[in-house]
């Protein structure tokens, strides 16, 4: 308990140094202010495909624009198949929660239990594997939705879901040098009132 209460203190002294911190006569808090009103490039990704992909992107990214403030976030599947997955986990858990108790849920039904119930009594170990195993691929299958959506400053600059493929790290460094001077063209132009 006291380990904790150290460790709180800590934490608290090194946040207010933090927020105190003057670089060159500027707020921290300041720079952070003027960082986030940079670029934004967000990556709407199928986590469990791409991760690793994001995760490269936007070290090489950072690197080169170092202005560009960099988001990433799971794109969700449709509502449906969030629905199923869910169904389906809790399904799974109730399961084999009646394979392990042994609790014949056709009874309740009046109807015979199936060969493969009774197989499942019998085997209780590799009913609940089977049972775990085949619910988790079909809930990863609903939730997979092999997106990679790139935008910048909320405009679209790639989609895997319409082009079918990942952009290469060339091609997204095309794309962003071009929008980043496209960009810097525009806000150059001076703007007339009417």
């Not at 960099?70 to 198949?81: H, K, M, R, V």
């Not at 119930?117 to 089977?130: L, P």
């Not at 935008?151 to 082009?163: A, R, Y």
Request: charged share 15%; net charge positive.
């Amino acid at each position: 308990m006291r380990f904790l209460l150290v460790l709180l203190v800590a934490a608290s002294a090194v946040s207010r140094s933090d927020a105190s911190a003057n670089l060159g006569g500027v707020p921290s808090k300041r720079l952070k202010m003027q960082y986030a009103t940079g670029p934004l490039l967000k990556f709407q990704i199928c986590v469990s495909g791409y991760r690793r992909v994001f995760e490269e992107y936007m070290r090489v990214i950072s690197q080169r624009y170092p202005d560009i403030r960099i988001e990433g976030e799971n794109y969700l599947p449709q509502p449906i198949y969030r629905h199923i997955a869910s169904f389906l986990s809790v399904f799974k858990l109730v399961l084999i929660g009646l394979i392990i108790v042994g609790k014949d849920p056709f009874a309740f039904f009046g109807m015979q239990a199936p060969s493969i119930w009774q197989w499942g009594q019998e085997n209780k170990v590799y009913a609940c594997m089977m049972v775990f195993f085949l619910s988790n691929m079909i809930e990863n299958q609903c939730m997979s939705t092999g997106a990679f959506e790139i935008t910048l400053n909320d405009v679209p600059v790639w989609s895997k879901l319409e082009s079918g493929h990942l952009p290469s790290m060339q091609q997204l460094v095309q794309i962003l040098d071009n929008e980043m001077k496209l960009n810097v063209h525009m806000d150059s132009i001076p703007h007339h009132r009417s």
